[in-house]
């Protein structure tokens, strides 16, 4: 079946502006992740979903940024009033069971935004 | 929280060369260890993971891991490298039960033919 997809793949916006990222899980899966990939860092952990409810948003860095999955599925990430260091690669994962490690997180391509 | 720390930034070598890629973590506690490979224009994949049992684990495509302990280190192995190996290597640490991946900042990898 088909894997992990996101959207759009690249992304350059303006200071300032609203961004919207969206995820496709792979079909079935109850939990999703996202992350972020700053330039020369490794993934930092930002939301995870349990079905629709996020119970743990701590890696959220502001305000600015918030999260919502609907009918189980597709989860879009929203990023406001964009600064520059909010460039990164957005990965989002999914896996079978929600909240459990022991279940493989299967990563999409990531959305590469870029603010100038 | 945990912290991840991957030796090299970049390695470079030949064909048939060994690879040895560092990994040390720091927490106390019980974790989980992965390594994930992400190769040009593909996605993140996970390579092998380690949650208990024996700490030589076995991965895809002839990679292996040691877990040691009483070095908080989960190193990455490979034997003879291929030019197919070039891509981005990261390991990862979850605390017992947790999901929430921690990740090291990756060392690229670099085969020549």
């Known amino acids: 079946g088909a894997g992990v997809s996101q959207s759009p793949s690249n992304k350059v916006t303006e200071k300032g502006k609203d961004v919207e990222l969206r995820c496709d899980p792979i079909?079935?899966?109850?939990?999703l992740y996202w992350y972020r990939q700053s330039l020369g860092q490794g993934l930092e952990f930002l939301i995870y979903f349990q079905g629709n409810s996020a119970p743990d948003k701590s890696g959220l860095p502001s305000d600015r940024f918030s999260a919502e999955r609907t009918g189980g599925s597709v989860s879009t990430l929203t990023i406001q009033r964009t600064q520059q260091e909010d460039s990164a690669v957005y990965l989002c994962?999914?896996?079978?069971?929600?909240?459990?490690?022991?279940?493989?997180?299967?990563f999409g391509p990531g959305t590469r935004l870029t603010v100038l | 929280a945990q912290s991840v720390s991957q030796h090299n930034h970049h390695v470079i070598l030949s064909e048939a060369a060994s690879l040895e890629l560092g990994c040390n973590y720091s927490y106390g506690g019980t974790v989980n260890l992965f390594w994930y490979v992400q190769y040009p224009g593909q996605h993140l994949q996970l390579l092998l993971k380690y949650f208990s049992g024996d700490p030589l684990v076995k991965g895809i495509k002839g990679f292996e891991a040691e877990f040691i302990k009483s070095k908080f280190s989960f190193n990455l192995r490979k034997p003879s490298v291929q030019w197919s190996d070039t891509a981005e290597y990261f390991c990862a640490v979850t605390s017992f039960n947790d999901y929430k991946l921690s990740f090291g900042a990756g060392t690229t990898v670099t085969v020549r033919a």
């Open positions: 079909s079935g899966h109850t939990a």
């Open positions: 994962a999914s896996s079978s069971r929600a909240g459990s490690i022991k279940d493989e997180q299967f």
